[in-house]
């Protein structure tokens, strides 16, 4: 319902009713309006809120917040099992890059028994290189290449 005060376009808040019986609906702003020109008439109006069929915005809004406690319960749930997912498909990544290398260490660990392992050489220098063994240094440094 709107506003029935000088066409007014509001929606009306009020119910009001003059001394005489006239009734009709006003905005808050006309509300204030036919309040001092029933001062300047000397004559009473009363005011009362628009009653709830003029209201049925106020209803809906009543069911509507039950949806709302579930969707973001819902929303979390999906999130953290989305979140779950990436997780397993991570570790799942992690057991196969882990599975490949324990595979290439086998292979290198096969190897390493043919020929020293470089590694080794390069974290102790001084251990694998002892005074008058220039020969031996040498080759080592071939082999790496
Ligand atoms: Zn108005």
């Given at each position: 319902?709107?506003?029935?005060?000088?066409?007014?376009?509001?929606?009306?808040?009020?119910?009001?009713?003059?001394?005489?019986?006239?009734?009709?609906?006003?905005?808050?702003?006309?509300?204030?309006?036919?309040?001092?020109?029933?001062?300047?008439?000397?004559?009473?109006?009363?005011?009362?809120?628009?009653?709830?069929?003029?209201?049925?915005?106020?209803?809906?809004?009543?069911?509507?917040?039950k949806l709302q406690r579930l969707d973001p319960e819902l929303g979390k749930l999906r999130l953290?099992?989305?979140?779950?997912?990436?997780?397993?498909?991570?570790?799942?990544?992690?057991?196969?890059?882990?599975?490949?290398?324990?595979?290439?260490?086998?292979?290198?660990?096969?190897?390493?028994?043919?020929?020293?392992?470089?590694?080794?050489?390069?974290?102790?220098?001084?251990?694998?290189?002892?005074?008058?063994?220039?020969?031996?240094?040498?080759?080592?440094?071939?082999?790496?290449?």
């Open positions: 319902m709107h506003c029935t005060v000088d066409d007014c376009e509001e929606d009306a808040t009020n119910h009001y009713t003059w001394a005489w019986g006239e009734e009709g609906a006003c905005c808050d702003g006309h509300r204030s309006h036919l309040e001092s020109k029933a001062a300047q008439l000397g004559r009473s109006i009363s005011f009362a809120a628009a009653s709830d069929t003029d209201r049925p915005p106020a209803k809906q809004s009543y069911s509507t917040p953290s099992l989305a979140e779950a997912q990436a997780r397993i498909a991570t570790l799942e990544q992690t057991v196969e890059v882990r599975d490949v290398q324990i595979v290439e260490l086998n292979r290198r660990l096969m190897r390493s028994g043919e020929e020293p392992p470089v590694v080794v050489d390069e974290a102790l220098p001084h251990a694998a290189t002892t005074p008058g063994t220039e020969d031996a240094k040498d080759q080592k440094r071939s082999q790496r290449k």
